[in-house]
């Protein structure tokens, strides 16, 4: 059983449309108005509510469409500067194409070319496998917490999770330190890292000390084989439906489509919604053909 999460955007919108009218009404009250006053600051109240909202939820789309544009300038100089902000798209192979991948069972080369979506779907699916109730994030940023896991009858979220579908860069400290961030502001004692990839030693050490269970790409392979065979199967045939090698829009949620650099001719994934949503995957590992 999975739960959806509201769209990031909507989100910030009504927490800000929240704030603006938990301030607002208290002030109305608060000032020496007369009835008339009072009743149209009350009328006025609503709408600059719902304006704030929606400067909010603008403000981040605005700032998380900088950060893609800012993460992906530069080609070849911006992948080999920071490998934890590119090593999430690396996971391509040129062409994305599937006809000459065994989809018939599960296997390392397999995991690896599961998009980045496809891949947190998979993971949502083996820890419903297990018996909890799942809660995948919506598109956007993430604040380091892909899934959400809940106990039978929990209130709140029992253990969080971050997924990386990576292939080319071990997982390093920093996202396991950001998981621990989300982890001590959400106030849940336990985390749970996925990867298609492997962890360094420094992660390890984080992880042990900080109650984060670490599942690589072998290990996450090794649990799903020690599923039910009827559940392992049903997780193959759900991560292999459709389109599973095409990345999609972190922003948007829709398939990227292949495009070229009209200044170098480099192939490169961009979002269909642009110039509205400005998502670009770079690199040589995934360029499209």
Known sequence: MARRTTHPLVRRFELAAAAAAGVGLPLVFALPLSLKARFYALAALFPLALAVGAAAAWWKKRRDSASGREIFRGGEAALASDP???APWRHLH???DASQLDTGRWSPELLKRLE???????????????GFVTEMNGFGSDGGIDIR????N???????????AWNVYNVGIR??????????????????FVTSARFTVEARALAEKNNIILIDGQDLLA????????KSAALLARAVAGDFITP????????????????YGRRYWGCPNYPRCSQTFFGTANAPA
Do not use: H, N
Request: proline share 8%; with cysteine; glycine share 8%.
């Open 84 to 86: 934890d902000l590119v």
């Open 94 to 96: 040129p062409g994305a």
């Open 116 to 130: 980045w979506r496809r891949f947190e779907e998979l993971c949502a699916a083996y820890f419903d496998a297990l």
């Open 149 to 152: 896991l809940y106990s039978e």
């Open 154 to 164: 929990s209130p709140g979220p029992a253990i969080l999770v971050q997924c990386k």
């Open 175 to 192: 996202p396991v330190r950001e998981l621990l961030g989300a982890m001590t502001e959400a106030g849940v004692a336990e985390g749970c």
């Open 223 to 230: 649990k799903i084989a020690d599923l039910a065979p009827e």
């Open 248 to 263: 999609t829009c972190p922003s948007c949620g829709v398939k990227m489509t292949a495009r070229s650099s009209t200044q």
